[in-house]
């Protein structure tokens, strides 16, 4: 069986920074698309960033230039930089991962969830 771990969330002022990991546990063969979602208050679920296995990544038009996706095969960890935090990233954060955990059987994984919360 596969878990992701995630960890990194907090409360910061507007301005600063916090870094979002996502551990996945288990057996991993490989993983393949790796995704960071947010969700505030009252809102749907959205995609923040995401990275393809190539490295291709896209990023919500909001945190542009301010969040950055990367990922540590080696340690089967994806990682969330995000810098310059607003009020509106507040949210919590999900990462999802698709995992290779037996050949050829690729399943979708989705972390706990951890709170940001950027206030002055």
């Known amino acids: 069986q596969v878990q992701l771990v995630e960890s990194g969330g907090g409360s910061v002022q507007p301005g600063g920074s916090l870094r979002l990991s996502c551990a996945a546990s288990?057996?991993?063969?490989?993983?393949?698309?790796m995704g960071w979602y947010r969700q505030a208050p009252g809102k749907q679920r959205e995609l923040v960033a995401d990275?393809?296995?190539?490295?291709?990544?896209n990023y919500l038009d909001s945190v542009k230039g301010r969040f950055s996706i990367s990922r540590d095969n080696a340690k089967n960890t994806g990682y969330l930089q995000m810098n310059s935090l607003k009020p509106d990233d507040t949210a919590v954060y999900y990462c999802?991962?698709?995992?290779?955990?037996?050949?050829?059987?690729?399943?979708?994984?989705w972390g706990q969830g951890t709170q940001v919360t950027v206030s002055s």
């Open positions: 990275m393809l296995s190539t490295g291709n990544t």
């Open positions: 288990g057996t991993v063969i490989s993983i393949g698309r």
């Open positions: 999802k991962l698709i995992i290779e955990s037996s050949r050829l059987t690729w399943n979708e994984y």
